[in-house]
């Protein structure tokens, strides 16, 4: 799957060969890049991310109902990490090209078959209209202008081809109030006073916590969002909430129930547990007309 690059690159931009991956400028060294290239950058944390991450059957069934066959295609997966949405799907597409800004991840990744490109994703260096198939998995809410990251994808995306989102916190499901804030504050506080929380040290838990701003009350993605950014570019959009456990049955209106601790939350902030508001991710499947 490795390719002649410069094929699909914007004349004139300039990168540096880094091994195992290309590096383009990177003009804006955000916190909230610098978070994410520091934990998907330590080798043990993402070879973790890899292994344990968006691997299950539900999100490969989801994932494959949502993209389908791509066989033959150009993908470009977009905040690929160490590559988990091919090392879980697997196929045969005919170009797989990974951005990310951690290293460490794009070198995992590039072992898996990636081409492997470090660059920023408001910017990317790529010509408009090369992909058949455009992923952004669990990567909009890790980025600080999220709709400026959705623009430039969709941007990648050919006539007749396709744009996926998943794992983005839904933003009206974690908006708590009231007693579910007050229960959230606490548990952080916890996190801090252990030492740690579902990462095995203070210092993973704490650049975990860093790289994800806007997985946190009051932050998240809106189906507006979707609807706003992609619809004026010709795309079809479809939302599709659901709760991390189901695979393709997602794509037919069902949404799974969350965990305890998640449907209590939504019940202290007054919303009810069961609605489509309430389910914890958005999935978005975009088609841009022929």
């Known amino acids: 799957m490795q390719i002649k690059i410069s094929n699909f690159l914007k004349p004139e931009v300039q990168f540096k060969h880094q091994g195992d991956y290309l590096e383009f400028p990177i003009l804006r060294k ?158 952080l506080l916890y996190y801090r006073i252990i030492g740690q929380g579902f990462h095995k040290s203070a210092e993973q838990q704490k650049w975990g916590l860093a790289c994800e701003i806007h997985h946190k009350p009051g932050h998240g993605v809106k189906r507006e969002m979707f609807e706003s950014v992609l619809e004026p570019y010709g795309f079809d959009v479809k939302i599709f909430p659901h709760n991390h456990k189901l695979g393709k049955s997602v794509l037919d209106g069902k949404q799974g129930k969350a965990d305890l601790k998640y449907r209590l939350g939504n019940i202290l902030s007054f919303r009810n547990p069961s609605s489509s508001a309430s389910a914890l991710s958005l999935m978005c499947v975009a088609k841009l007309s022929a």
């Open 30 to 187: 955000s916190k909230a890049l610098h978070a994410n290239a520091y934990y998907f950058g330590q080798q043990e944390w993402a070879v973790e991310y890899l292994k344990y991450c968006h691997r299950g059957k539900a999100f490969k069934s989801r994932w494959q109902a949502a993209v389908g066959d791509w066989t033959d295609k150009v993908v470009v997966d977009i905040g690929c990490g160490p590559g988990n949405i091919y090392a879980t799907l697997q196929g045969k597409p005919k170009h797989l090209i990974g951005v990310d800004v951690a290293p460490q991840s794009l070198k995992l990744a590039a072992k898996l078959g990636y081409t492997t490109i470090l660059a920023d994703a408001n910017n990317l260096p790529f010509k408009s209209g090369i992909a058949d198939v455009v992923t952004l998995n669990a990567t909009l809410h890790h980025c600080e202008n999220m709709d400026s990251v959705l623009k430039e994808a969709a941007r990648l995306v050919k006539p007749g081809g396709i744009l996926v989102t998943d794992h983005d916190p839904q933003y009206s499901a974690w908006n708590y109030k009231g007693i579910a804030m007050a229960l959230w504050q606490a548990r």
